[in-house]
């Protein structure tokens, strides 16, 4: 369907550009008949049914060089396009009148809604270091500061350099190897949602289009498949052989895969504050063994929050530490500037937020989005203004209380939607919350992504993802402790039964649920 839209605005442009003669496009979904029609005399491929007459029609009720979509097709694709209602009209054939939508352009994703700005002295450090020799570099910054915003910059430009660029992420409530999983699956290609079959499929095919003709691959696999997605190999010497020379098979895995992978090559490891201790020390030797002991041309960049444990600690390597601090009011000005379409702020309240988000680039968006929001402040000619509304005692104490206050916009139902992801996780299925609430939430979680709360994924139909894990956090807390609890059960008991095949590869998941939810005999089974 996304791509019927796509391909109407795509067609329409280019037929306009011609002028040459014009057309009108109609969009409905459904189901259709296809296939060959006629007798002897006459046939033909075509397509019949409702919802060929509907779009027919549809495109009949619009201007040459115009298009419109039924409510059908906007509901499922308004998160992915921008919209404009059209009047309803009366089509033949249908009972009420139809609500007609005009397509106008994709919307931009919420990572990308922003130009990068305030951070290119970070940037190009990053960059010189790691085009200049084989580094280490610590990124750490608090919430909200733009540790992923740079990390996703940093990305793009070494792409453009020819660089190989790895990713992992720990997440929360992380478990011992977790995060090598999120690295290895990606770059297999693996979703959450494979069995374990599929898994295994991928994990086979990327050792085998990166091993050496002394199989040095083959020989791990069975270690990256068991530790890291839960894989079975019956018949292995896996279980025969002690703990730590498993661990040690793996770090060697490990290490053969990432100094396998094209040159030049760059490993990002994102929120590893939420990683264990077991995986601190993996990332340890990992590094050190591919910057003292192999001749590849590899960089790791780790980001993470101030915590207590201290990353290459024994000086055994080299490593470039970077904090984030607060933007200059140089670059926080160009990013409400940037909020804002280009219209600047009356001068007190550019100081007032200036104050309020002390350089947080996530806490001034979550500002200026909640003046926009209540209607604190509008635009008036060529200057953002307060508004009559305004009052000093409206504004919120702090980032918490504003993503509150944005949450309590929505509707009840739709609040209740996001809450219930919040218990699910920073991704999360819409068919895991339609089970929990047992009635429709499509349209609920679409409001919530209409508010800039969540957005669609692109890795999965149907997946929702928070714009911010501080959203996610906000909602998480705001539900009563008992009632957090049974939601937690409920969601492990749902995910037994959606994923029969791939339990052991959410073993973490599934034992962090049942854990909160105090059923200790499955946190158990499955911790284990």
Known sequence: LLHAVQASLEIRNFISSQKVFSIRIGIEEGFA???????????????????????????????????????????????????????????????????????????????????????????????????????????????????????????????????????GSSPENSETNDLFASLFGNISGMLESDPRNTRGSKLSALIRKLDDPAGRLSK????????????????????????????????DGIC????????????????????????????????????????????FVLSKRPDERALFSRGEIPVQRLLLEGLE???????????????????????????????????????????????????????????????????????????MARIDRLEKQAKECLRIGSVAGFRFDEEIVRRVLMRNVHENLMDCTDAGLTYRSKLKDMEFVFSHTLIKDVSYDSILRKRRKKIHGDIGSIMEEMYPDSQEALCSSLSSHFRISEEFEKALKYGY
């Open 329 to 403: 009011n140089s670059a926080s000005d160009e990013l409400m500037l940037e909020i804002l379409n280009g219209t600047p702020l009356e001068n007190a309240i550019e100081i007032l937020i200036r104050e309020r988000a002390n350089g947080n680039p996530f806490y001034l968006t979550q500002f200026l989005l909640y003046l926009v929001e209540e209607e604190l402040i509008a635009r008036k000619e060529n200057l953002w203004v307060r508004t009559a509304l305004y009052s000093n005692e409206k504004l919120p104490g702090n980032v918490f209380s504003m993503i």
């Open 220 to 251: 791990r696999e069975v270690f990256l498949g068991r530790m890291l997605f839960s894989l079975n190999y019956p018949g292995s010497h896996y279980d025969a052989l002690p703990p730590k020379l498993r661990r040690e098979n793996l770090l």
């Open 33 to 167: 008949f296809a296939g060959v029609i006629g007798d002897s005399w006459s046939r033909k491929y075509t397509v019949i049914g409702d919802v060929v007459n509907t779009a027919a029609r549809l495109a009949d009720s619009v201007e040459p060089g115009s298009i419109a979509v039924s409510d059908n097709v906007f509901r499922m694709s308004r998160s992915n396009y921008k919209y404009l209602d059209m009047k309803s009209i009366k089509l033949k054939g249908k009972e009420n009148p139809v609500k007609r939508f005009l397509p106008i352009e994709r919307r931009i994703d919420p990572g990308d809604s922003y130009r990068f700005v305030g951070r290119e002295e970070e940037l190009s450090r990053i960059l010189f270091t790691i085009t200049s020799e084989n580094s280490v570099i610590v990124v750490e910054g608090g919430a909200g500061i733009g540790k992923t915003s740079l990390m996703k910059k940093l990305s793009e430009l070494l792409k453009k350099k020819n660089y190989t660029v790895l990713y």
């Open 256 to 299: 053969e895969v990432i100094r396998s992978c094209s040159m030049p090559l760059c490993v990002i490891l994102e929120d590893i504050h939420h990683s264990t201790d077991m995986d601190i020390l993996a990332v340890e030797y990992v590094a050190r063994y591919l910057l003292e002991y192999s001749d590849v041309n590899v960089s």
